[in-house]
Every structure is written in structure tokens, then in C-alpha cells.
């Protein structure tokens, strides 16, 4: 970035994944305060909105209505900058992919006070809709809704590759109501306004790619995914252009981050039951979606269920449809729950049985997938594993917490810039070689941040630390926006980008578990910047993409 500012130190948030991270730049606080553990959580109890399972896909609006009746009319239990822009009187739309888009105004579901793409009333999206298509007022009395995917949601199988192109057309419309409808209309009504354009690319075309069918290289590196960061690019051009056009770009403070980072999927193990299995559909000796449920299960003597095919009990030929599963002995009454997210899982424990925790950390740290062990301090002191606190997830959630969040190895294919060319193993329904984030690896901690407008700096490249969290707290300081608080884990303000002022120190630290019998710890390597934690990677030496393990200056976490 030429103007403004360039965050250099970037952070998304531990899980890293997109509603998790989504959360934080809405409401400023990180994970253990909204309770968005993952994009998949479990609830506790069946949900209408996800085909009555009790494992959620939160990029989804109607999960996110069943999820707020549930929790209260907010699930994330504090408030978002668009709800308290809002009450202030400003005008706001969120633009953009189904899930993250709402997250930032998810309990106006009506369309009264913005003119959301989803949320605003039938007239009135239609009135929009109409504009950003570019069709007159009389000849399309109905206009379209947003296009598909088309050939861009191409799934990929085990013999056919994905899509070969970026989600062009749909980016497009995405920005054509953002330019030729939402700011027109801010600029008519004069007005202070905040507008979250959410790209659903490159994202989602690194994801469903289909340049390395089977290989590693050029897995999230090939053609096609280059093509989703340009369209990107042109779309971020286009709302720049927008703003100059309206006669706001002088007024406008401009704010560009990422969810997370990204990596090539890996399906090998030499250590799963699961991959000495045939399933079908799955190439021989690699990892099945549900390769965790499908091993605890194994190894803990317990039956496994599809909690996503209405608790149909799966034999050893069958893998769960979405990868979660419930174990034990009766699937409305399970004994471990595992949410499975791809590059990080939520292992759930309803009845917090401790001896039981202790089998399945035992259980999980014997696979060669595994790359770190993060646990509810309600389950007491565990061996090589850190407590959910040290990473800032046990805090005011409405949401159930997990026992245990499992960090998966990663590693490097070998390029000038390791973190670039990033390999995750992933309990995905996605083939190797596609991409996937989710780790505690720095491939996927590191983030793009950068701001430009009247109230950030001119030619700054900031080296101290930032995070997704942090934003929703800068943006709410630019809005003059007073927000309460219920929970305390919360994003300091990025003063050092707003004004010339001298920037506080930071440092690196290590922290390291106590050792299992075997001897495997669990490390994790953090900035922190006047009491607040950076985490850039965690998991077992040797296991994680990025983690340095400098034993020397270590220290031991206090329980």
C-alpha cells in the first residue's frame, strides 16, 4: 500500500477461519467472548436451520437466525459496530458472502435500518437489485437476485477436477450494488456511512480449485487461484473508484484486512486408522472427511455417528457427509462431540469427564496429524496441552465451549517463502491439493491489513502487531462509536496508524506445556503489545509451519 497505512505484523485469529475472525472485526472481541470457536460449533442441541443437527455450519443466514432464537436474540452476546452505527444514525449496508456479511448486523433481520442484500425489505432489495444489474426501472419489474457461483462452485472429487475460473460474475453484481446502488443512496442521504464489502474470492476459489487435482504443488498457487486475487483487486478498484465518483474518497476512511491466510491441503497419515480403510470416493491411504471422529472413535471402543444425517450410526466402510461426529453409545446422548472445522477441530465433551479428556488427549496425541493440544481449564492440568485461556478462548460465551481445540500439522513444499507455500493436513470434505485454512501455523495467522483516509497516516508501515479484533475496535474509535462491553477480550485501539504517537513496545515470548510420558509438549510462540496476546504459531516442535520452539527462553503456563 503507497497510501495510509501497511500492517506488517498481521494477525488473524486462532481457529482461523472465516466466521471466527468475522466476529472480531464486528464486534472488536475475540473468540472466547462471542463463543465463534469455528465456522462449524456445536450447540448442544438439534437446530431447524441446519437439518435438526446439533453440529452447525455457521456460513449460513438462516443457522444464524436459529443460533440467535437460541442464544437470546444474540448469539454472539456483544454488540457489532453496524448495530451501534446504527442507533447513532448512521447509514450501513454489509455486502458480500453468505455467513461473514451478516455476522457484522446479524440481529437486524428485518431491513428497516439497512439496506442489506439479504435484509432490506422485498421493494427495496428489489429497487436496489434492479441498479446494480443496470436494468431500467420499467422494463424488469422483477429483477434477478444474486447470480450463482456457476462454474466457479464446481466441486471437486477424487477423479474430476474443480473450477478452473474465479467467481467473477457474482463478485461482479456483489460490486455493482455497492457502486451503482448502496453509495448513490449514502450519498443522496448525506450522512456519516459504514459499508462491509465482504469478497467472497480469492477465498472460495482457492478453496474449490482445481489446478492440483491429487499434488501439492501448485496446490493454492496455480493459475486459478492468481485469477480470484485479481478479481479481488478489481473489485476493491472499483469501490475506490466509486467513492471518487460520489465525491467521498477525501471523506472516506477506507479499511482493507483478510479472514486469514491459506494452505494446500494434505490426506496423508502414516499413523490413522481411518486412511488404512477404503471408503468411496477416497484415493487409497489417504485421510476420509471425519478421519478424527473416525479414529477417536475407534480408539476410545466407542460407536460414531452422522450427526448431519440425523444420527445414522456409521460402519467402517462409511465416513461422516460433513466430517463431525458424534461418539458413544447413543447419538442423542454422546459421550465426545467433534465439530470439525479442516484445518483445526472442536472436540465437545457434554458430561466434562475428566478421566475421559485424559483418553482422548492420549488418543490424539499419538497422530502424526496432530500438531498441538489446547484444553478447558474445567478439565484440570492435562500433559502437552495448553490451557484454552493462553489463547484467548475461554472468556464470556454464550456458545458451548470446547474440551479440546486440536491444531494440525503443517509444513512447507518448499519455496523461497515457506509461509507461502503452506501445507495443511485437513478434516475436510475438499481433496488434496485444494486449499484450506483453520492451523495455528503462520501460513495462516499472517493476514493482509491495511487502511487509507483522512483519519490514518500518510506512508506508514506499522511493524507492531495486529489482529481482526483489533479493527472492529479502530473503526468504532473513528465512528465516535460507544460500545459496551460484556466480555474483556477485546482489541486495543491501533492508535499508531490514527496519529502521530509514539508506538508502544513489544515483545516475542514462548510458552511451552508441561511433557506428556513421551516427552510431547505443546509450544506456542506469541507478540504481545501492553498486555495483549499475538499468537503467530503453536503446536508440537517439528509439526507446525513457522514454529521456532526457542526452549531457552520459554516459560511455563501457571494453571
Known sequence: MKAGVRFTNTHALFPTFTMPNAAAMATGHRLGDTGQFGNTIYTGSPVPGAGESPTLFLESDPVLGDVDAHGAG??????TILRAAQAKGLSTASIGKLG????FDHTARAG????DRRQYGTSRRRSLERRASGAPRRSRPSAPGTPPRGANGQAETAVTPGTMVANVEQQNFFAAAATRAVLPLFKARGKPF???FWSRDPDGTQHNQGDSLGPLVPGINGPTSLAAIRNADANLAALLKALREQGLADTTDVVVT????FSTISKESATSVSATRGYRGVPPRQLPPGFLAIDLAHDLGLSLFDPDARGARLGADSFPSRANGLI???????????????GSDLVYLPSGDRALAHRVVQALSRQDYVSGLFVSAALGKVPATLPLSSIALDGRALTPIPAIVVNFRSFSTGCANPTTCGVEIADSVLQQGQGMHGRFSRADTRNVMGAVGPRFREGLASPLPASNADLGRTIARILDLTIPAKGTLVGPVLTEALANVSAPKFEAQVLRSAPDVVGQVTVLEYQTVEGTRYFDAAGYPGRTLGLTDTAQSASAEPR
Do not use: F, M, R, T
Request: zero cysteines; aromatic letters at 2%.
Open 194 to 196: 459504514v459499508l462491509v
Open 74 to 79: 444474540n448469539y454472539l452476546n456483544e454488540e
Open 258 to 261: 483478510s479472514d486469514h491466510g
Open 112 to 115: 428497516q435500518d439497512s439496506p
Open 328 to 342: 458413544g453409545a447413543d447419538p442423542a446422548k454422546p459421550d465426545v462431540v467433534v465439530a470439525a472445522n479442516s
Open 100 to 103: 461473514p456479511s451478516l455476522v
